[in-house]
């Protein structure tokens, strides 16, 4: 069966710092990727996507993920967060259109100002 | 903005108690999931629907059932609640041969006394 693991539970940053969420899966065939994220009081939407080309893929908000599948992993990247990032964030994975996504435990992402 | 309700948003109930949990999409997505969100936990699958009189459980053991009658509507249903269901149960949306792009609703906040 497929899982995801992300591997920070809550990530504490200063407005314009780095942010990288890990998350690693685990299946070895093909899989779409996702990072899906839900601010304080709103339903989860989509961050981004991958299904295939380019391992580097661009999200809203200037939010980036790179999947590298040697190492099984779909990490989301953005260079400055805002203090608008505060959100939980969800990576899931899927092996093919017709499977239900598998999340994981989410990344709760507090920016302070 | 997706179009995607379910209500009741919060419900306080006493054990034993049967309830449903109601989920409308207007626009007329085939795939329909639920799912049980817990603080610091995966989104668990419970059931979903790929179209009209078709349903599945998912990876969580549930005591919880569902319907698809009508394309738009999903509703869940707890014949005898318990303490054990208190949870948020999220329901999501998404089109035929979409590869995981899913469009939740605001969530159904459960708590049984």
């Known amino acids: 069966a497929q899982s995801v693991s992300q591997h920070n539970h809550h990530v504490i940053l200063s407005e314009a710092a780095s942010l990288e969420l890990g998350c690693n899966y685990s299946y070895g065939g093909t899989v779409n990727l996702f990072w899906y994220v839900q601010y304080p009081g709103q339903h989860l939407q989509l961050l981004l996507k991958?299904?295939?080309?380019?391992?580097l893929v661009k999200g809203i908000k200037g939010f980036e993920a790179e999947f590298i599948k040697s190492k099984f992993s779909f990490n989301l990247r953005k260079p400055s967060v805002q203090w608008s990032d505060t959100a939980e964030y969800f990576c899931a994975v899927t092996s093919s259109g017709n499977t239900p996504l598998v999340f994981g435990k989410g990344t709760r992402l507090s920016v302070i100002a | 903005e997706a179009d995607i309700y379910q209500t009741p948003r919060y419900l306080v109930i006493g054990t034993g108690k049967k309830i449903t949990l109601e989920c409308s999409q207007t626009m007329g997505h085939d795939k329909m999931y639920w799912y049980q969100q817990d603080p610091g936990m995966e989104l668990h699958l419970i059931h979903y629907s790929y179209g009209v009189n078709s349903t599945e459980k998912g990876d969580l053991s549930s005591e919880s059932t569902v319907s698809r009658i009508r394309t738009e509507h999903f509703p869940l249903t707890l014949e005898s609640a318990r303490p054990s269901h208190t949870s948020q149960y999220l329901c999501?949306?998404?089109?035929?041969?979409?590869?995981?792009?899913?469009?939740f609703g605001e969530g159904s906040r459960l708590t049984v006394l």
């Open positions: 999501a949306s998404s089109m035929a041969g979409s590869a995981g792009e899913l469009f």
């Open positions: 991958y299904f295939s080309g380019d391992p």
